[in-house]
């Protein structure tokens, strides 16, 4: 199978060895293997990567229900800083745009997250949404917005 994360990798070799526990280098493979994640549904990872400051607003839970309602479609990474030092802090920012479907329904997220290094680990600290927006409902006859080259109906309307 190949990474949900799109780096033409397979999955085995990209986003889930981290998923399962090796660091991410980069604030970029955290963002590419949390993708991964709503595209798996592993919301003990999400949760698990996010910054200590930002856990006491997430629930596992909620996760779960969120990744459960959405079949995540695509992920482009439109742009990763380098690594900065804001009050003494490890910071990087990752913009990219994801889409997803939630009901026969195409909806594109673009979001400017920021990460920060806590103990020598990249977790995601928060996230400026530029843009959440209704694409287009599919049909069964369209072909799929996952690029496949299939039919809907074919393809990720079947999951």
Not at 2 to 22: E, R, V
Not at 39 to 47: E, Q, R
Request: proline content about 3%.
């Amino acid at each position: 199978m190949l990474c949900p994360c799109g780096s033409k990798k397979i999955f085995t070799q990209c986003c889930q060895p981290i998923i399962n526990g090796i660091n991410a280098k980069t604030a970029e493979q955290l963002m590419r293997s949390r993708y991964s994640a709503y595209a798996t549904k592993n919301a003990s990872y999400l949760y698990n990567t996010y910054a200590d400051k930002s856990k006491p607003a997430q629930s596992i839970e909620e996760i779960s229900q969120w990744a459960k309602q959405c079949q995540w479609i695509k992920l482009t990474i439109l742009n990763a800083s380098p690594v900065f030092i804001e009050k003494q802090q490890r910071l990087a920012t990752v913009e990219f745009l994801a889409l997803y479907l939630q009901k026969s329904k195409l909806f594109c997220l673009q979001e400017l997250s920021t990460f920060i290094n806590e103990n020598d680990q990249w977790r995601y600290l928060d996230g400026d949404i530029i843009k959440h927006q209704y694409l287009s409902k599919i049909k069964a006859n369209e072909l799929c917005p996952c690029q496949s080259q299939k039919k809907f109906k074919k393809c990720c309307a079947m999951i």
